[in-house]
């Protein structure tokens, strides 16, 4: 059971590099979401897609960009990297309700 | 957005029962509780979800008062295993309401042996 599978798992950047978070979901679910966390903190909800075509920004939307072609895929787009965005990102898939399941994070440290 | 507040930790041990409670006073009629539970280094994992009253799992139950305006979730006989962190989410379906979920910064439990 696959479920939600990020790549890479770990990955540094130095300040001004960009890079794609990838992500993907073989539950055919049609909601899926990127969250940040922080040492120590929650996570927060950088973008979510409710379908194929559709995406909105969450809490934390600056910096970041996404796109939603297929069901399957929701990448995350660093677009100039800052020592801010170090942090660690999980992506999220969802058919409806309150049940979210979570991949297993990439770490990203910006220097 | 319906947010919630937590003990931000506890400290429990093995074989007792815990009971974590979260506050969530502006719940719309729609919302559900749900809870996660997330160890370090991994992604949150979903424990339990209700509307009311009281809901049991083979992990957890949740205890739901009837004004909604709090939740208790309870783990029966705690393992260091469950030593994680729980998150308590208020929140009803997705889809242009997906805004609404709010995750907090969770309670930090501690199981000692």
């Known amino acids: 059971n696959a479920g939600v599978t990020q790549t890479p798992k770990f990955q540094v950047l130095k300040t001004g590099q960009s890079m794609t978070l990838q992500c993907a979901q073989d539950?055919?679910?049609?909601?899926m979401s990127w969250y940040r966390q922080d040492p120590g903190m929650g996570l927060r909800l950088i973008h979510y897609?409710?379908?194929?075509?559709?995406?909105d920004q969450g809490e934390v939307p600056n910096g970041y960009n996404v796109s939603r072609s297929t069901t399957e895929d929701f990448p995350l787009r660093l677009l100039s990297a800052a020592p801010s965005q170090t942090s660690v990102y999980f992506c999220?898939?969802?058919?409806?309700?309150?049940?979210?399941?979570f991949g297993e994070g990439s770490w990203l440290t910006v220097v | 957005l319906a947010k919630t507040t937590q003990p931000i930790s506890m400290d429990s041990y093995e074989g007792q029962e815990v009971n974590i409670t979260c506050s969530h006073n502006?719940?719309?009629?729609?919302?559900?509780i749900t809870w996660y539970q997330q160890f370090p280094s991994q992604g949150p994992r979903f424990i339990i979800q209700?509307?009311?009253t009281k809901v049991t799992n083979e992990v957890a139950s949740l205890f739901i008062p009837a004004d909604r305006k709090s939740s208790t979730l309870s783990l029966p006989r705690v393992s260091l295993s469950d030593t994680a962190v729980y998150y308590c989410?208020?929140?009803?379906?997705?889809?242009?309401?997906?805004?609404?979920?709010?995750f907090g910064s969770g309670t930090k439990l501690n199981v000692k042996p």
């Open positions: 999220a898939s969802s058919e409806s309700g309150n049940t979210i399941y």
């Open positions: 539950m055919n679910h049609e909601y």
């Open positions: 897609s409710v379908g194929a075509g559709i995406t």
């Open positions: 502006n719940i719309a009629t729609n919302d559900y």
């Open positions: 209700g509307y009311k």
């Open positions: 989410l208020v929140g009803h379906g997705y889809g242009y309401n997906f805004n609404k979920f709010y």
